[in-house]
């Protein structure tokens, strides 16, 4: 299914792929310099992935290393957006909550930051990753990590308003299908998948999740090896409403370009009227509307 519209007149967003390291400084200079080579080529927002700020070694090495928001680390990022002139959505920040004092662990964020450099939208990671797959090695998220108590309203952008989700959220089509009832247009999954989960389900799950909420998909990841115990898939992409892949990364750090035409959403949702025919009488909400 395709639509014609001049291509300059769209929104243009960047999906930014990174090989996190415990270095945050080195970690911070690579995610510069794509969101400068972005704001350079037109974009309007940026993407980058989950654990932008570093990827440690173990939980302690993570507790460590961990920030709050207002820290020193993510005024980087907030001066970034001012600098560039463009809306950062930075995918999973390693947050020391106001509750640190007290559970000594964080919160998995994704921060919205505006082109001013203000925090406009935190979402902290509902579903925790807490898995041991046969030749990936186990994840145990919530050893360092606090479920976050909320979903976010999706947030107007200068590309659509915009759905906050974090990595393993995608196995979870109720939370995709509460964002795009209240709203979204563009669902966000900046990720960090393993080398055997990714080749088998991340990009059926990317696009089953736009398939089914009719909205465009942005997943900016992680790739390659972070230390000697952690690797990262890659991959990342933008899909759009339909389902299909308009654009991708190649192998290793970079970034990839892609427009946001909501014409053509409004146009699928129009032709396949899928939110109309739903039954909630027979199986319920499955994903509630946010208030």
């Known amino acids: ?5 001049s291509s300059w007149e769209l929104p243009l967003v960047a999906v930014c792929q990174v090989t996190s390291t415990p270095d945050k400084q080195q970690n911070f200079k690579t995610c510069a310099e794509l969101v400068r080579e972005a704001a350079r080529s037109g974009a309007c927002l940026a993407f980058l992935p989950e654990a932008f700020d570093f990827i ?14 207002d820290g020193n680390h993510l005024s980087q990022y907030t001066q970034l957006a001012r600098e560039c002139g463009l809306w950062l959505s ?3 920040f390693h947050e020391r909550g106001q509750d640190w004092e007290q559970t000594k662990k964080i919160y998995n964020c994704h921060v919205l930051l505006n082109s001013k ?11 925790l990753c807490d898995v041991e797959i046969p030749g990936q090695g186990p994840m145990h998220e919530s050893n360092s990590t606090m479920p976050g108590p909320s979903l976010e309203a999706p947030v107007s952008t200068p590309a659509g308003k915009i759905g906050l989700a ?13 964002l795009a009832q209240a709203g979204a247009e563009i669902l966000t999954y900046p990720s960090a998948f393993g080398s055997v989960t990714g080749p088998a389900h991340w990009e059926v799950l990317l696009r089953a999740r736009a398939i089914e909420t009719q909205c465009y998909v942005v997943a900016a990841a ?5 230390h000697e115990s952690r690797a990262s898939y890659g991959h990342s992409m933008v899909v759009d409403p339909w389902g299909t ?22 146009q699928i949702r129009q032709h396949l009227p899928v939110f109309q025919h739903r039954r909630p009488d027979l199986y319920g909400n499955l994903g509630h509307p946010l208030s």
């Open 1 to 5: 299914m395709a639509i014609s519209s």
């Open 56 to 69: 440690a070694r173990d939980p302690a090495e993570t507790l460590q290393l961990s920030e709050p928001l």
């Open 90 to 92: 930075l995918g999973g």
């Open 117 to 127: 450099g203000s925090v406009v939208a935190t979402y902290r990671k509902t579903h």
């Open 166 to 178: 974090i990595c393993y959220d995608m196995r979870f089509p109720e939370l995709s299908l509460a």
């Open 222 to 226: 992680q790739c390659g090896r972070h």
């Open 245 to 266: 892949v308009v654009a991708r990364c190649s192998e290793g750090p970079g970034l990839c370009l892609a427009r946001i035409n909501l014409s053509y959403l409004r």
